[in-house]
């Protein structure tokens, strides 16, 4: 599955942002969807993800309360709705697909390019 993000930006602690994840339609499986990031000399780390098969969203410990994602299944896209952002939440964020839910980067196959998200203090 091809992946296309956007919706990165600059804004000021405390403001909020949207990205989205746009997936083809080639086919009609339904994906693990997740979003990463990854912060200059840092890791990937998991944000958020969403099961292929429905059920509840997982969000890593530093986001939890503050971002939600979501699945438009007509548009075939996720987002993920930030708020509350943090100066640490700067870092350029990416979606990926997959077939099960995981909290590591290498359980996923498809990525998007990337979008940065700048969060001034």
């Known amino acids: 599955v091809q992946l296309q993000a956007s919706g990165g930006g600059l804004v000021q602690a405390g403001g909020s942002l949207r990205l989205s994840c746009a997936g083809s339609?080639?086919?009609?499986?339904?994906?693990?969807m997740a979003w990463f990031r990854q912060a200059p000399g840092k890791e990937r780390d998991f944000v958020a993800g969403?099961?292929?098969?429905?059920?509840?969203?997982f969000y890593g410990d530093s986001v939890a309360g503050r971002f939600t994602i979501s699945r438009d299944g007509a548009r075939n896209t996720v987002y993920l709705q930030m708020n509350s952002l943090k100066p640490e939440d700067t870092a350029v964020y990416y979606c990926?697909?997959?077939?099960?839910?995981?909290?590591?980067?290498?359980?996923?196959?498809?990525w998007g390019q990337g979008t940065q998200v700048t969060v001034s203090s």
């Open positions: 339609t080639r086919t009609r499986r339904t994906y693990a």
């Open positions: 969403l099961s292929g098969s429905g059920g509840s969203p």
């Open positions: 990926a697909a997959g077939t099960f839910l995981m909290r590591v980067a290498q359980g996923y196959d498809s």
